[in-house]
T-cell receptor, first 112, second 113 residues
Framework: NAGVTQTPKFQVLKTGQSMTLQCAQDMNHNSMYWYRQDPGMGLRLIYY???????DKGEVPNGYNVSRLNKREFSLRLESAAPSQTSVYFC???????????FGDGTRLSIL | DQQVKQNSPSLSVQEGRISILNCDYT??????FLWYKKYPAEGPTFLIS?????DKNEDGRFTVFLNKSAKHLSLHIVPSQPGDSAVYFC????????????FGTGTRLKVLA
């Protein structure tokens, strides 16, 4: 029972490189989310998708783009990575409005 | 401006005793609250939630209390077990708004055997 799967688990990039973080869920959830977690900052919402075909900005969207490819998959793209984007990225999904979210195990991203 | 605050970065408790984790919020529109537990190298796991129409919700050893007038919620774990050692996050949302959850910065709980 996979739940929410994120790939890759670790990645090191150079400043200016691009990267897509992948997320897939097998729970038939409608809503999906991308968060970043930085030391002492908690989890901050980057983008979310309330349902297939829709995406909206969260608290910290600058420097990122997202694609809700289908109901299962929600990807996060860094077009030109910056050291400030060094973080742990979590994808989550939920059945719908204001339901508990199920998280993946995260992608640890370092940008040099 | 942090809308959800967990002012205690860490807490140590003896096994078998009660753990009380606190969370304060500033936005009076928040009406749905959740607690998550996070182990190292894993994603957060949902523990328990509470809607503002209630002031208490219980699930086994975990109870969440909500004091709307004080804009404060707390998570009680009784009895505490070593396996409860983790980082606990509270999160809040306004059901009249968008799908955004605001998370606190977390409290690291250590349960001592």
């Amino acid at each position: 029972n996979a739940g929410v799967t994120q790939t890759p688990k670790f990645q090191v990039l150079k400043t200016g490189q691009s990267m897509t973080l992948q997320c897939a869920q097998d729970m038939n959830h409608n809503s999906m989310y991308w968060y970043r977690q930085d030391p002492g900052m908690g989890l901050r919402l980057i983008y979310y998708s309330a349902s297939e075909g829709t995406t909206d900005k969260g608290e910290v969207p600058n420097g990122y783009n997202v694609s809700r490819l289908n109901k299962r998959e929600f990807s996060l793209r860094l077009e030109s990575a910056a050291p400030s984007q060094t973080s742990v990225y979590f994808c989550a999904s939920s059945e719908g409005n204001f339901q508990p979210q199920h998280f993946g195990d995260g992608t640890r991203l370092s940008i040099l | 401006d942090q809308q959800v605050k967990q002012n205690s970065p860490s807490l140590s408790v003896q096994e078998g005793r009660i753990s009380i984790l606190n969370c304060d919020y500033t936005n009076s529109m928040f009406d749905y609250f959740l607690w998550y537990k996070k182990y190292p190298a894993e994603g957060p796991t949902f523990l328990i939630s509470i809607s503002s129409i209630k002031d208490k919700n219980e699930d086994g050893r975990f109870t969440v209390f909500l004091n709307k007038s004080a804009k404060h919620l707390s998570l009680h774990i009784v009895p505490s077990q070593p396996g409860d050692s983790a980082v606990y996050f509270c999160a809040a949302s306004a059901t009249s708004g968008t799908y955004k959850y605001i998370f606190g910065t977390g409290t690291r709980l250590k349960v001592l055997a």
